[in-house]
């Protein structure tokens, strides 16, 4: 496989992905929340604000069922200066709908 047929196939599967990971009656249906979390978790940046209630050992996270329009998710650095938001939205956000959506 090329390196174009790859960047190709990841960048059409995370399309494909939900925004949230949810467990349906046929299994784990994993989303982007989950991609972000773990190339967080890859870039030793610790977990700040989660969607999601993480699960211990063969456990799966469960979801958290409150609507929010805010942050999804946030990490700390590892030298814990910075910040790393990330809102996961079907439209872009800016001032004009930000104000709709944070209610």
């Known amino acids: 496989m090329t390196n174009d047929q790859q960047t190709s196939f990841l960048t059409y599967y995370i399309r494909s992905l939900a925004e949230r990971t949810r467990v349906e009656k046929s299994g784990t249906k994993f989303g982007f929340d989950w991609v972000i979390y773990n190339i967080a978790l890859a870039a030793d940046w610790t977990p700040h604000r989660l969607p999601f209630l993480r699960g ?13 329009y805010g942050i999804d998710l946030a990490f700390l650095s590892s030298d814990r200066q910075q910040l790393f938001i990330f809102v996961l939205k079907d439209e872009v956000l800016n001032n004009q709908n930000w104000g709709k959506h944070s209610l």
């Open 56 to 68: 211990g050992g063969a456990e799966f996270s469960t979801t958290k069922t409150e609507p929010e």
